[in-house]
C-alpha cells in the first residue's frame, strides 16, 4: 500500500479587517451621508474632517480618482500605505497606532455634559491648547461629544470620528494642562464608550506611534494594540502646472 503525498492547496489570502481601511469604510457606511467621493476615493468635507480615503491604497486608479476629488497641487492625508505613486509628493510620513476595546470599564460620567455646535469656540481653544488631533469647526457632527467644565470653563473633552460599520472611534481626548493628573480623560473615555456599547458597537482609536504616554495609559485601562499603520500627507500631481499657468 503506498501512500501518496498531496501538496497543500493554497491558502486564499485573509479578508482584510475592517478596521484596515477605516476611513472608507466609514465614509462608505454610516458616514455616507458625509461623504464627498469621485470612484474610488472619497473624503470629508473639509470643515468636518482632514481625513481622506482609498478604496484600494494599492489601485492607481483610486489615486486618480483620488487626486480628481481634491484637485491639483493640493496637500492631503492618505492613511494605509507607506508611499504614493510616481508624480505626487509626499510631504510627511508619519507612524501610528490602532487600538481595540477589549476589557475597558465603559460607564457614564455624571459630571460630562454633552457638547454641540455653540460649544465649537471653546472646543477649538481647547484643542489648540492641547493638540490631541484636528478639530474643525463641525467635527462635531461626527457623533457624540463629552466635556467637562470647572467653574465653566471646558477642561476636559472626549468624542466620536470614524465610524466603520460596528465600530466607533474615540478621539479628541484631551485634558487643560491645569487639570491633569485627575482621571478626567480616562472617565471621559469610559463614558464616550458607554454610549457607543449601547448601540452596538466596538469603541477603538487610534494615537501616534510615538505618544508612547497616551499608548501606556488606553492599555492600562482596557486597550489592546491591534496594527501598526502608516500615514502620509501628500500633494496631487500639478502643482506646478497650477503655478505657472
Known amino acids: 500500500m503506498s501512500t501518496v503525498a498531496r501538496p497543500t492547496p493554497p491558502q486564499s489570502p485573509a479578508t482584510p479587517h475592517i478596521l484596515d481601511n477605516a476611513a472608507w469604510a466609514a465614509l462608505t457606511g454610516p458616514h455616507a451621508h458625509l461623504a464627498e ?5 472619497a473624503r470629508y468635507p473639509l470643515d468636518v474632517s482632514p481625513f481622506t480615503a482609498l478604496a484600494d491604497p494599492a489601485d492607481p486608479r483610486a489615486w486618480d ?6 484637485g491639483p497641487g493640493t496637500v492631503t492625508p492618505v492613511t494605509g500605505t507607506k508611499s504614493a505613486p510616481q508624480g505626487w509628493e509626499t510631504v510627511q510620513h508619519g507612524q501610528g ?6 476589557a475597558l470599564r465603559a460607564e457614564p460620567a455624571p459630571e460630562a455634559v454633552r457638547l454641540g455646535p455653540d460649544d465649537v469656540p471653546e472646543i477649538l481653544d481647547l484643542i489648540a491648547l492641547t493638540e490631541p488631533g484636528p478639530f474643525l469647526p463641525r467635527t462635531v457632527e461626527l457623533g457624540t461629544y463629552l466635556g467637562i467644565r470647572h467653574r ?15 465600530w466607533t472611534e474615540i478621539s479628541a481626548v484631551c485634558t487643560a494642562p491645569d487639570h491633569r493628573g485627575k482621571g478626567l480623560a480616562t472617565r471621559l473615555v469610559r463614558a464616550i464608550a458607554a454610549g457607543i456599547r449601547e448601540r452596538g458597537d466596538t469603541p477603538f482609536l487610534h494615537a501616534s506611534a510615538t505618544n508612547t504616554g497616551a499608548i501606556r495609559l488606553y492599555e492600562s485601562i482596557g486597550f489592546t494594540l491591534r496594527r501598526r ?17
Open 97 to 102: 497606532v490602532q487600538l481595540v476595546d477589549t
Open 152 to 166: 465653566g470653563r471646558l477642561i476636559a473633552l472626549a468624542g466620536e470620528r470614524l465610524r466603520p460599520p460596528g
Open 65 to 70: 480618482d483620488l487626486a480628481a476629488l481634491v
Open 37 to 41: 467621493r469621485v470612484g474610488r476615493a
Open 229 to 245: 499603520s502608516d500615514f502620509l500627507l501628500v500633494r496631487t500631481p500639478g502643482a506646478q502646472q497650477e503655478q505657472t499657468a
